[in-house]
Protein backbone atom coordinates (compact mmCIF):
# COMPACT_ATOMS: atom_id res chain seq x y z
CA UNK A 1 0.00 0.00 0.00
CA UNK A 2 2.59 2.50 1.31
CA UNK A 3 4.77 1.59 -2.12
CA UNK A 4 1.68 3.63 -3.90
CA UNK A 5 2.80 6.64 -2.44
CA UNK A 6 5.78 6.83 -3.88
CA UNK A 7 5.61 8.39 -7.40
CA UNK A 8 7.71 7.38 -10.72
CA UNK A 9 6.53 9.95 -12.52
CA UNK A 10 9.49 11.51 -14.59
CA UNK A 11 8.69 15.00 -14.21
CA UNK A 12 8.32 14.46 -10.60
CA UNK A 13 11.76 13.00 -10.43
CA UNK A 14 13.65 16.01 -12.64
CA UNK A 15 11.69 18.47 -10.23
CA UNK A 16 13.97 16.72 -7.33
CA UNK A 17 16.73 16.18 -8.77
CA UNK A 18 18.81 19.20 -8.67
CA UNK A 19 20.57 21.90 -5.75
CA UNK A 20 21.92 24.78 -7.04
CA UNK A 21 25.46 22.99 -7.93
CA UNK A 22 24.97 19.45 -8.12
CA UNK A 23 22.48 16.81 -10.28
CA UNK A 24 21.18 13.52 -9.01
CA UNK A 25 18.83 10.77 -9.86
CA UNK A 26 15.80 10.09 -7.73
CA UNK A 27 14.10 6.62 -8.05
CA UNK A 28 10.96 7.99 -6.57
CA UNK A 29 9.20 11.39 -5.15
CA UNK A 30 7.22 11.66 -2.57
CA UNK A 31 5.19 15.11 -1.04
CA UNK A 32 4.55 15.12 2.50
CA UNK A 33 0.74 16.01 3.33
CA UNK A 34 0.32 14.37 6.62
CA UNK A 35 3.25 13.27 9.30
CA UNK A 36 1.40 9.76 9.96
CA UNK A 37 1.58 9.15 6.85
CA UNK A 38 5.16 10.37 5.94
CA UNK A 39 6.34 8.51 9.13
CA UNK A 40 5.11 4.89 7.29
CA UNK A 41 6.78 5.83 4.16
CA UNK A 42 10.46 6.50 6.13
CA UNK A 43 9.41 3.65 7.88
CA UNK A 44 8.81 1.47 4.78
CA UNK A 45 11.85 2.76 3.03
CA UNK A 46 13.78 1.53 5.67
CA UNK A 47 12.84 -1.83 5.43
CA UNK A 48 12.84 -2.35 2.01
CA UNK A 49 16.59 -0.33 2.13
CA UNK A 50 15.86 2.70 0.41
CA UNK A 51 17.62 5.67 1.04
CA UNK A 52 14.94 9.01 1.53
CA UNK A 53 16.45 12.25 1.14
CA UNK A 54 14.70 15.06 2.64
CA UNK A 55 13.98 18.27 0.24
CA UNK A 56 13.12 22.21 1.18
CA UNK A 57 13.45 24.60 -1.84
CA UNK A 58 16.52 22.59 -2.77
CA UNK A 59 19.08 25.91 -2.86
CA UNK A 60 21.62 23.67 -1.43
CA UNK A 61 25.23 24.39 -2.34
CA UNK A 62 26.58 21.03 -1.64
CA UNK A 63 24.42 18.57 -3.61
CA UNK A 64 22.96 17.68 0.19
CA UNK A 65 19.20 18.03 -1.01
CA UNK A 66 19.80 16.00 -4.47
CA UNK A 67 18.87 12.03 -4.10
CA UNK A 68 21.91 10.16 -5.62
CA UNK A 69 19.03 7.25 -5.62
CA UNK A 70 16.01 6.12 -3.30
CA UNK A 71 12.77 8.40 -2.68
CA UNK A 72 13.19 12.57 -2.36
CA UNK A 73 11.23 13.89 0.29
CA UNK A 74 9.76 16.92 -0.42
CA UNK A 75 8.75 19.27 2.84
CA UNK A 76 7.11 21.87 0.61
CA UNK A 77 3.59 21.42 1.54
CA UNK A 78 3.78 21.48 4.67
CA UNK A 79 3.69 24.98 5.32
CA UNK A 80 1.98 25.96 8.24
CA UNK A 81 3.01 28.55 10.87
CA UNK A 82 1.39 26.62 13.63
CA UNK A 83 1.41 29.57 16.84
CA UNK A 84 2.92 32.86 17.42
CA UNK A 85 2.90 33.95 21.39
CA UNK A 86 4.65 34.55 24.41
CA UNK A 87 5.87 31.68 26.26
CA UNK A 88 5.35 31.85 30.67
CA UNK A 89 8.54 33.49 31.12
CA UNK A 90 7.50 36.00 28.93
CA UNK A 91 10.15 35.23 25.92
CA UNK A 92 8.22 35.10 22.56
CA UNK A 93 8.20 32.28 20.29
CA UNK A 94 6.98 30.90 17.09
CA UNK A 95 5.78 27.52 16.01
CA UNK A 96 5.74 26.38 12.85
CA UNK A 97 5.80 23.45 9.99
CA UNK A 98 9.19 22.87 8.32
CA UNK A 99 8.16 23.55 4.68
CA UNK A 100 7.23 27.51 5.74
CA UNK A 101 9.52 29.90 3.51
CA UNK A 102 11.71 31.80 5.71
CA UNK A 103 11.06 35.32 4.22
CA UNK A 104 7.41 34.33 5.36
CA UNK A 105 8.17 33.24 8.50
CA UNK A 106 9.95 36.15 9.08
CA UNK A 107 7.01 38.58 7.93
CA UNK A 108 4.20 37.03 9.91
CA UNK A 109 6.91 37.48 13.23
CA UNK A 110 7.65 40.66 12.11
CA UNK A 111 3.73 41.54 11.72
CA UNK A 112 3.42 39.69 15.46
CA UNK A 113 5.77 42.74 16.86
CA UNK A 114 8.72 39.97 16.75
CA UNK A 115 11.85 39.55 15.21
CA UNK A 116 13.54 36.45 14.23
CA UNK A 117 17.45 37.12 13.05
CA UNK A 118 18.42 34.26 10.72
CA UNK A 119 19.03 35.81 7.48
CA UNK A 120 20.35 33.36 4.66
CA UNK A 121 20.60 35.16 1.35
CA UNK A 122 18.61 32.83 0.51
CA UNK A 123 15.84 33.82 2.87
CA UNK A 124 12.95 34.56 -0.48
CA UNK A 125 13.42 30.17 -1.20
CA UNK A 126 14.62 28.45 1.84
CA UNK A 127 12.42 26.64 4.02
CA UNK A 128 12.77 27.13 7.57
CA UNK A 129 13.32 23.12 8.07
CA UNK A 130 15.89 23.19 6.13
CA UNK A 131 17.75 26.17 7.86
CA UNK A 132 17.84 24.08 11.14
CA UNK A 133 19.04 21.26 8.97
CA UNK A 134 21.91 23.43 7.47
CA UNK A 135 22.48 25.93 10.64
CA UNK A 136 21.88 28.69 8.10
CA UNK A 137 23.54 31.70 8.56
CA UNK A 138 24.01 34.85 6.55
CA UNK A 139 25.13 39.09 6.58
CA UNK A 140 22.93 39.19 9.69
CA UNK A 141 25.06 36.53 11.79
CA UNK A 142 27.64 39.45 12.16
CA UNK A 143 25.57 40.91 15.23
CA UNK A 144 23.24 37.87 15.84
CA UNK A 145 24.40 34.41 15.26
CA UNK A 146 23.44 31.29 13.61
CA UNK A 147 20.00 29.73 13.42
CA UNK A 148 21.42 27.57 15.79
CA UNK A 149 20.90 29.96 18.62
CA UNK A 150 17.12 30.38 17.65
CA UNK A 151 16.28 26.57 18.33
CA UNK A 152 14.07 25.73 21.42
CA UNK A 153 12.53 22.52 20.37
CA UNK A 154 12.22 20.19 17.06
CA UNK A 155 9.82 17.05 16.88
CA UNK A 156 11.20 15.07 14.74
CA UNK A 157 10.40 11.73 12.74
CA UNK A 158 13.34 8.82 13.14
CA UNK A 159 14.54 6.13 10.75
CA UNK A 160 12.79 4.21 12.07
CA UNK A 161 8.93 6.12 11.63
CA UNK A 162 8.64 6.87 15.21
CA UNK A 163 8.54 10.41 16.37
CA UNK A 164 10.79 12.30 19.11
CA UNK A 165 10.76 15.65 20.55
CA UNK A 166 13.60 17.29 21.83
CA UNK A 167 13.92 20.42 23.92
CA UNK A 168 16.77 22.87 24.69
CA UNK A 169 17.83 22.22 27.95
CA UNK A 170 20.53 25.23 28.20
CA UNK A 171 21.21 28.30 26.07
CA UNK A 172 23.88 28.03 23.24
CA UNK A 173 26.80 29.22 24.15
CA UNK A 174 27.69 32.69 22.57
CA UNK A 175 31.09 32.05 21.45
CA UNK A 176 30.22 28.80 19.04
CA UNK A 177 29.17 31.13 15.81
CA UNK A 178 30.45 29.04 12.51
CA UNK A 179 31.19 25.93 11.54
CA UNK A 180 28.91 23.40 9.29
CA UNK A 181 32.08 20.12 8.68
CA UNK A 182 29.96 17.55 10.11
CA UNK A 183 28.07 17.36 13.86
CA UNK A 184 28.51 19.89 16.53
CA UNK A 185 29.52 17.88 19.54
CA UNK A 186 29.96 20.22 22.31
CA UNK A 187 26.34 21.14 22.71
CA UNK A 188 23.16 18.90 23.72
CA UNK A 189 21.11 16.60 21.65
CA UNK A 190 19.18 18.72 20.15
CA UNK A 191 22.73 20.21 18.86
CA UNK A 192 23.09 17.49 16.47
CA UNK A 193 20.26 17.37 14.85
CA UNK A 194 20.69 21.10 13.91
CA UNK A 195 23.42 21.51 11.16
CA UNK A 196 23.05 17.53 10.28
CA UNK A 197 22.24 18.04 6.78
CA UNK A 198 19.38 15.68 6.63
CA UNK A 199 21.36 12.83 7.86
CA UNK A 200 19.62 12.31 11.38
CA UNK A 201 15.90 13.00 11.03
CA UNK A 202 12.99 14.36 9.50
CA UNK A 203 12.30 17.81 11.09
CA UNK A 204 8.39 17.98 11.32
CA UNK A 205 7.86 20.66 14.03
CA UNK A 206 9.98 23.28 14.89
CA UNK A 207 9.89 26.01 18.33
CA UNK A 208 11.76 28.97 17.51
CA UNK A 209 12.98 31.71 20.26
CA UNK A 210 12.04 35.34 19.14
CA UNK A 211 13.13 38.72 19.45
CA UNK A 212 11.53 41.67 20.82
CA UNK A 213 13.15 44.43 18.72
CA UNK A 214 13.79 47.87 19.50
CA UNK A 215 14.87 48.78 16.55
CA UNK A 216 13.29 47.79 13.45
CA UNK A 217 14.42 50.04 10.89
CA UNK A 218 17.73 49.12 8.59
CA UNK A 219 19.99 51.06 6.38
CA UNK A 220 23.23 50.20 4.54
CA UNK A 221 26.04 51.93 3.54
CA UNK A 222 28.50 50.81 0.86
CA UNK A 223 31.99 51.85 1.22
CA UNK A 224 34.29 51.41 -1.78
CA UNK A 225 38.06 51.23 -1.45
CA UNK A 226 40.98 51.64 -4.18
CA UNK A 227 41.96 48.06 -3.54
CA UNK A 228 41.71 44.82 -1.91
CA UNK A 229 44.44 45.11 0.83
CA UNK A 230 42.93 48.58 2.11
CA UNK A 231 39.80 46.86 2.05
CA UNK A 232 40.80 44.22 4.46
CA UNK A 233 42.62 46.06 6.64
CA UNK A 234 39.54 48.45 7.24
CA UNK A 235 37.86 44.94 7.61
CA UNK A 236 40.37 44.83 10.68
CA UNK A 237 39.55 48.46 12.11
CA UNK A 238 35.51 48.17 12.32
CA UNK A 239 35.30 44.84 13.74
CA UNK A 240 37.35 45.76 16.65
CA UNK A 241 34.70 48.69 17.49
CA UNK A 242 32.69 48.07 20.18
CA UNK A 243 29.28 49.06 17.75
CA UNK A 244 28.33 46.24 16.04
CA UNK A 245 26.33 46.62 13.09
CA UNK A 246 24.20 44.30 12.01
CA UNK A 247 26.45 43.02 8.92
CA UNK A 248 29.83 43.83 7.48
CA UNK A 249 30.07 42.11 4.25
CA UNK A 250 32.78 42.08 1.56
CA UNK A 251 31.83 42.48 -2.09
CA UNK A 252 35.62 42.15 -3.37
CA UNK A 253 37.25 41.42 -6.40
CA UNK A 254 35.08 39.60 -9.01
CA UNK A 255 32.04 39.51 -6.97
CA UNK A 256 31.67 43.42 -7.69
CA UNK A 257 31.41 43.20 -11.18
CA UNK A 258 28.85 40.56 -10.78
CA UNK A 259 26.83 42.59 -8.51
CA UNK A 260 27.25 45.91 -10.79
CA UNK A 261 26.11 43.49 -13.56
CA UNK A 262 22.43 43.20 -11.52
CA UNK A 263 20.15 45.71 -13.27
CA UNK A 264 19.15 46.98 -9.83
CA UNK A 265 22.78 48.24 -9.54
CA UNK A 266 22.45 52.01 -8.37
CA UNK A 267 24.67 54.18 -10.92
CA UNK A 268 26.87 55.61 -8.48
CA UNK A 269 28.48 52.15 -8.04
CA UNK A 270 29.02 51.34 -11.15
CA UNK A 271 32.96 52.40 -10.91
CA UNK A 272 33.85 50.27 -7.70
CA UNK A 273 35.80 47.21 -8.16
CA UNK A 274 35.67 45.85 -4.04
CA UNK A 275 33.82 46.97 -1.33
CA UNK A 276 32.27 46.53 1.95
CA UNK A 277 28.65 46.66 2.75
CA UNK A 278 27.64 47.83 6.20
CA UNK A 279 24.26 47.17 7.38
CA UNK A 280 22.89 48.53 10.66
CA UNK A 281 19.69 49.07 12.61
CA UNK A 282 17.54 52.03 14.36
CA UNK A 283 14.79 52.89 15.91
CA UNK A 284 13.50 56.65 14.87
CA UNK A 285 14.29 59.04 12.58
CA UNK A 286 16.28 60.86 14.86
CA UNK A 287 18.29 58.07 15.62
CA UNK A 288 19.11 57.55 12.34
CA UNK A 289 20.82 61.07 11.90
CA UNK A 290 22.47 60.18 14.66
CA UNK A 291 23.55 56.66 14.06
CA UNK A 292 24.83 57.63 10.17
CA UNK A 293 26.50 61.10 11.30
CA UNK A 294 28.47 58.48 13.75
CA UNK A 295 29.15 56.09 10.89
CA UNK A 296 30.50 59.03 8.86
CA UNK A 297 32.90 60.65 11.55
CA UNK A 298 34.47 56.70 12.31
CA UNK A 299 34.69 55.79 8.78
CA UNK A 300 36.77 59.07 8.00
CA UNK A 301 39.30 57.91 10.33
CA UNK A 302 39.44 54.14 9.41
CA UNK A 303 39.96 56.04 5.72
CA UNK A 304 42.46 57.92 6.58
CA UNK A 305 44.32 55.55 8.45
CA UNK A 306 44.31 52.98 5.43
CA UNK A 307 45.15 55.60 3.85
CA UNK A 308 42.32 55.64 0.85
CA UNK A 309 40.37 59.38 1.92
CA UNK A 310 39.57 59.56 -1.35
CA UNK A 311 36.98 56.75 -1.46
CA UNK A 312 35.55 58.33 1.58
CA UNK A 313 33.50 61.00 -0.57
CA UNK A 314 31.82 58.16 -2.62
CA UNK A 315 29.82 56.23 0.20
CA UNK A 316 26.84 55.34 -1.08
CA UNK A 317 23.82 55.13 1.39
CA UNK A 318 20.91 53.23 1.25
CA UNK A 319 17.64 53.80 3.62
CA UNK A 320 14.39 53.74 1.52
CA UNK A 321 12.74 50.26 1.10
CA UNK A 322 13.14 50.57 -3.13
CA UNK A 323 17.56 51.12 -2.39
CA UNK A 324 17.53 48.50 0.17
CA UNK A 325 15.81 46.14 -2.13
CA UNK A 326 17.81 46.90 -4.90
CA UNK A 327 21.05 46.41 -3.30
CA UNK A 328 19.44 43.03 -1.53
CA UNK A 329 18.99 41.96 -4.75
CA UNK A 330 22.68 43.12 -6.46
CA UNK A 331 24.32 41.04 -3.00
CA UNK A 332 22.04 37.90 -4.02
CA UNK A 333 22.83 38.24 -7.79
CA UNK A 334 26.06 37.24 -7.10
CA UNK A 335 25.78 33.77 -5.98
CA UNK A 336 22.70 33.16 -7.84
CA UNK A 337 25.08 34.16 -11.53
CA UNK A 338 27.77 31.77 -9.92
CA UNK A 339 26.05 29.23 -9.51
CA UNK A 340 24.03 29.36 -12.96
CA UNK A 341 26.95 29.70 -14.47
CA UNK A 342 29.28 27.33 -13.46
CA UNK A 343 26.03 24.40 -13.80
CA UNK A 344 26.54 24.85 -17.60
CA UNK A 345 30.68 24.19 -17.08
CA UNK A 346 29.41 20.44 -15.25
CA UNK A 347 29.50 18.68 -18.76
CA UNK A 348 32.90 19.43 -19.60
CA UNK A 349 34.28 18.46 -16.64
CA UNK A 350 34.08 21.82 -14.98
CA UNK A 351 31.86 23.42 -12.43
CA UNK A 352 31.96 25.96 -9.37
CA UNK A 353 34.58 24.89 -6.57
CA UNK A 354 33.43 27.10 -3.85
CA UNK A 355 35.09 27.37 -0.18
CA UNK A 356 33.27 28.92 2.79
CA UNK A 357 36.66 28.44 5.13
CA UNK A 358 36.32 30.73 8.13
CA UNK A 359 39.86 32.22 9.98
CA UNK A 360 39.43 33.79 13.78
CA UNK A 361 39.72 37.55 13.06
CA UNK A 362 43.43 37.86 13.96
CA UNK A 363 44.42 35.92 10.93
CA UNK A 364 42.41 37.46 8.26
CA UNK A 365 44.37 39.62 6.86
CA UNK A 366 47.36 37.34 6.26
CA UNK A 367 45.10 34.74 5.45
CA UNK A 368 42.85 37.24 2.58
CA UNK A 369 45.87 38.41 1.58
CA UNK A 370 47.89 35.68 0.84
CA UNK A 371 44.47 33.97 -0.92
CA UNK A 372 43.97 36.47 -2.84
CA UNK A 373 47.90 36.76 -4.17
CA UNK A 374 47.88 32.98 -4.57
CA UNK A 375 44.64 32.84 -6.41
CA UNK A 376 45.57 35.63 -8.46
CA UNK A 377 48.19 32.84 -9.65
CA UNK A 378 46.10 30.12 -10.70
CA UNK A 379 44.90 31.70 -13.18
CA UNK A 380 41.30 30.79 -13.14
CA UNK A 381 38.34 33.36 -12.76
CA UNK A 382 37.50 33.88 -8.91
CA UNK A 383 35.71 35.63 -7.14
CA UNK A 384 35.19 36.75 -2.80
CA UNK A 385 32.79 38.27 -1.22
CA UNK A 386 30.39 37.54 2.02
CA UNK A 387 30.71 37.71 5.96
CA UNK A 388 34.02 39.19 6.64
CA UNK A 389 33.32 40.37 9.37
CA UNK A 390 33.11 36.73 10.80
CA UNK A 391 36.02 36.05 8.99
CA UNK A 392 34.12 34.06 6.85
CA UNK A 393 34.74 35.05 3.15
CA UNK A 394 33.47 32.86 0.22
CA UNK A 395 35.73 32.43 -2.59
CA UNK A 396 34.53 31.19 -5.29
CA UNK A 397 36.72 29.58 -8.83
CA UNK A 398 34.78 29.21 -11.60
CA UNK A 399 36.08 26.04 -13.54
CA UNK A 400 35.27 25.28 -17.10
CA UNK A 401 36.93 21.78 -17.43
CA UNK A 402 38.20 18.81 -15.51
CA UNK A 403 42.12 20.08 -15.01
CA UNK A 404 41.07 23.03 -13.75
CA UNK A 405 38.26 21.80 -11.58
CA UNK A 406 40.94 19.81 -9.58
CA UNK A 407 43.62 22.66 -9.62
CA UNK A 408 40.77 24.25 -7.65
CA UNK A 409 40.18 21.52 -5.33
CA UNK A 410 43.44 21.46 -4.45
CA UNK A 411 43.71 24.98 -4.06
CA UNK A 412 40.76 24.91 -1.63
CA UNK A 413 42.09 22.14 0.55
CA UNK A 414 45.40 23.86 0.99
CA UNK A 415 43.00 26.91 2.24
CA UNK A 416 41.45 24.28 4.74
CA UNK A 417 44.66 22.91 6.27
CA UNK A 418 45.30 26.88 6.79
CA UNK A 419 42.42 27.46 8.05
CA UNK A 420 42.33 24.52 10.37
CA UNK A 421 46.00 25.12 11.41
CA UNK A 422 44.79 29.37 12.58
CA UNK A 423 42.28 27.89 14.48
CA UNK A 424 39.15 28.18 11.95
CA UNK A 425 37.15 25.93 9.99
CA UNK A 426 36.56 24.40 6.05
CA UNK A 427 33.30 24.99 6.40
CA UNK A 428 31.27 27.93 8.20
CA UNK A 429 27.59 27.82 6.87
CA UNK A 430 27.41 26.01 3.29
CA UNK A 431 28.08 22.48 4.82
CA UNK A 432 29.44 19.35 3.49
CA UNK A 433 27.04 17.61 1.66
CA UNK A 434 28.26 15.60 -1.59
CA UNK A 435 30.61 17.29 -3.01
CA UNK A 436 32.37 18.79 -0.02
CA UNK A 437 33.23 15.41 1.88
CA UNK A 438 37.30 16.01 1.04
CA UNK A 439 37.28 18.74 3.73
CA UNK A 440 35.84 16.46 6.36
CA UNK A 441 39.67 14.81 7.01
CA UNK A 442 41.04 18.29 6.75
CA UNK A 443 38.87 20.05 9.65
CA UNK A 444 38.50 16.83 11.97
CA UNK A 445 41.21 13.98 13.75
CA UNK A 446 40.02 10.77 12.47
CA UNK A 447 38.78 9.86 16.72
CA UNK A 448 36.34 12.93 15.73
CA UNK A 449 35.58 11.23 12.29
CA UNK A 450 34.84 8.26 14.20
CA UNK A 451 32.57 9.57 16.84
CA UNK A 452 30.20 11.25 14.26
CA UNK A 453 29.84 7.44 12.30
CA UNK A 454 28.95 6.91 15.60
CA UNK A 455 26.39 9.77 16.24
CA UNK A 456 25.25 8.77 12.46
CA UNK A 457 24.68 5.15 13.44
CA UNK A 458 23.05 6.00 16.68
CA UNK A 459 20.26 7.71 14.76
CA UNK A 460 20.36 6.12 11.46
CA UNK A 461 21.76 2.59 12.06
CA UNK A 462 21.09 1.28 8.57
CA UNK A 463 22.40 4.67 6.89
CA UNK A 464 19.15 5.48 4.93
CA UNK A 465 18.69 9.28 5.89
CA UNK A 466 21.03 11.91 3.56
CA UNK A 467 22.93 9.10 2.49
CA UNK A 468 25.87 10.57 0.67
CA UNK A 469 25.65 13.31 2.76
CA UNK A 470 28.59 14.02 5.01
CA UNK A 471 29.95 10.55 5.25
C1 LIG B 1 21.98 32.05 -4.01
C2 LIG B 1 22.14 31.31 -2.72
C3 LIG B 1 22.47 32.02 -1.57
C4 LIG B 1 22.63 31.33 -0.36
N1 LIG B 1 22.95 32.07 0.74
C5 LIG B 1 23.12 31.42 1.92
C6 LIG B 1 23.49 32.17 3.10
O1 LIG B 1 23.65 33.37 3.06
N2 LIG B 1 23.64 31.47 4.24
C7 LIG B 1 23.46 30.12 4.31
O2 LIG B 1 23.61 29.53 5.40
N3 LIG B 1 23.14 29.40 3.21
C8 LIG B 1 22.96 30.01 2.04
N4 LIG B 1 22.64 29.29 0.93
C9 LIG B 1 22.48 27.83 1.03
C10 LIG B 1 21.01 27.39 1.28
O3 LIG B 1 20.13 28.36 0.77
C11 LIG B 1 20.73 27.18 2.75
O4 LIG B 1 21.47 26.10 3.21
C12 LIG B 1 19.23 26.91 3.06
O5 LIG B 1 19.10 26.71 4.45
C13 LIG B 1 18.68 25.70 2.33
O6 LIG B 1 17.26 25.81 2.30
P1 LIG B 1 16.41 24.92 1.30
O7 LIG B 1 14.96 25.01 1.69
O8 LIG B 1 16.68 25.26 -0.09
O9 LIG B 1 16.93 23.46 1.67
P2 LIG B 1 17.47 22.30 0.75
O10 LIG B 1 18.56 22.79 -0.11
O11 LIG B 1 16.34 21.64 0.07
O12 LIG B 1 18.05 21.31 1.85
C14 LIG B 1 19.21 21.62 2.58
C15 LIG B 1 19.51 20.46 3.55
O13 LIG B 1 18.50 20.37 4.53
C16 LIG B 1 17.93 19.05 4.56
N5 LIG B 1 16.52 19.23 4.92
C17 LIG B 1 15.60 20.00 4.28
N6 LIG B 1 14.43 19.99 4.97
C18 LIG B 1 14.61 19.18 6.04
C19 LIG B 1 13.78 18.76 7.13
N7 LIG B 1 12.55 19.20 7.26
N8 LIG B 1 14.30 17.89 8.04
C20 LIG B 1 15.60 17.47 7.95
N9 LIG B 1 16.43 17.83 6.95
C21 LIG B 1 15.94 18.69 6.02
C22 LIG B 1 18.16 18.52 3.17
O14 LIG B 1 18.17 17.10 3.16
C23 LIG B 1 19.53 19.09 2.88
O15 LIG B 1 20.52 18.31 3.50
C24 LIG B 1 22.46 29.94 -0.30
C25 LIG B 1 22.11 29.24 -1.47
C26 LIG B 1 21.97 29.91 -2.66
C27 LIG B 1 21.60 29.13 -3.88
Redesign the pocket.
Known amino acids: MIHTLLSTDPDKLTQFSK??VYAGAPQYAYAARDFQETAEVIAYCRAENIPV?????????TG??VADSGLALS?TAKNKIIDIGLGSDGAPYVVTE??VVLADLKKAVLDAGYYYPP????FN???V???????????DTYKYGPTRRYVEELELILANGTKKTIARKKPVPQNIIKNTAGYFMDGEEIDEVIG????L????KIRLRLLKPDKKNIFVLLLPFSDFDRCIRAVLLLTAQPHKSRALELVGPGAAEIFKSCKSCPNELKNENCFLYIKDEYAEDNDFQKGVYGWFCLLNEVYRNVDDLACFDRIFLAKTDEQLKSIHDCR?HV??KV?ETCFEYIKDGGGKVGTDWWVPLQHLYKMMTDTHTEAQLLQLDFLVF?HIGNGHPHWNFLTQNKTDHQRAIDFVKKQGELAVRYGGGVAG???I?KIKKYLMAIQHRPAVLNKMRAIKKRWDPDFIL?RG?IF
Open positions: DATFCGSQTSMASLPGDPTSEAQGATIATNATGESEGTALISHPLNAEHGGGN
